[in-house]
């Protein structure tokens, strides 16, 4: 018998196992699949460390949760500024003064600014509804159509008019020379892979991997006091108000045998024609590596594809617009009267949260339950 059985081995059920397992409760994790580490898993291949399931930067502006995954782990120093490829022409992200000027020609801060405006005006927007008119109000109508419009309809399956203005403003704008496409106190990756990182989360517990909890509920319930279950939440309750829409990513991974491909971790392909949105190049998140192939000689890359969800995919990223979020809300209800479950996490709470985040609601969780 167990206090907490943990479904999911991802960053919540991770930092939940470490927490209750200092609390001095019997914990055990399960996952469906055969590693642990959720979508952060990272595997290492031809010496350079792949993430499996797409590009994880660590990023907070938490100092709590920071001093917490360095527990874990030594991150590296990192620093995330992908580029974008429209028809070959190559931009800097995030929207910044580099960006302007290759888009504008303008120079300075003040130029940027005006064109802006001008392309804002145009467009006669004032209260920005969607993520189109959240963008332009932004960035001005040519930043739109050549880095975000494909890119974003790519992403998300769906036209710009009909998704939610929050997903744009993840990215900042910036009238400076600064590449940098977070803006978060402090940023890396772990040294040797999130995999290593998330087994010293899990050091001491017992872990079951290859078994589906939703497969056999009963005789999982019958081990533990409590459930924390970080799977798709509309699953748990077998789809009764409804199916909730995810995307999907669909990586295509190649050891290529030259030293450089393209010469940075990430680069978006924020056209409508290119099927793929983006490709990473793994040894790049790696401080210290050599674009010469002194180092490596080989490189590996991911092409990452999206697509909507469908039984058998992958659940990647919940879309969180209006009629998903009355589904939601419908389903969060139904757990307000369920005391012995927990859920947490992106699939959990049907939430686009960052790796950051995900701690610090599991933290927040676990205070509640252990004080
Ligand atoms: N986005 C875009 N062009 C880009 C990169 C991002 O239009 O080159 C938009 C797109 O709508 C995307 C959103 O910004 O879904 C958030 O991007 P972010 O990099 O935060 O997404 P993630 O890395 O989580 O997939």
Known sequence: MYDYLIVGAGLYGAVFAHEAKRAGKKVLVIDRRDHIGGNVYTEEIEGIQVHRYGAHIFHT???????????????????????????????????????????????????????????????????????????????????????????????????????PAFIIKRLPVRLTFDNNYFNALYQGIPVGGYTRMVEHMLEGVEIRLGEDYLADREAWNALAEKIVYTGPIDAFYHYSAGTLAYRSVRFETEVLDMPNFQGNAAVNYTDRETPWTRIIEHKWFEFGRDSGGRDLPKTVISREYSSEWKP????????????????????????????????????????????????????ARTRQEFN
């Open 312 to 363: 058998g995919d992958e659940p990647y990223y919940p879309v969180n617009d209006e009629k998903n979020g009355a589904v939601y809300e419908a389903y969060r209800r139904m757990t307000l009267s369920q005391d012995k479950v927990i859920f947490g996490g992106r699939l959990g709470e049907y939430k686009y949260y960052d790796m950051d985040r995900v701690i610090e609601a599991a933290l």
């Open 61 to 163: 502006n938490s100092t709590e949760v920071w001093k917490y995954v360095c527990q874990f782990a030594t991150f590296n120093r990192f620093t995330n500024s992908p580029v974008a490829n429209y028809h070959g022409e190559l931009y800097s992200l995030p929207f910044n003064m580099y960006t302007f000027n290759r888009m504008w020609n303008v120079v300075t801060p003040q130029e940027a600014a005006a064109k802006i405006e001008e392309q804002k005006k145009e467009a006669g927007i004032t209260e920005p509804k969607n993520l189109e008119e959240q963008a332009i109000s932004l960035v001005g109508t040519d930043i739109y159509e050549k880095l975000i419009k494909g890119y974003t309809e790519k992403q998300w399956g769906r036209p710009c008019t009909e998704l």
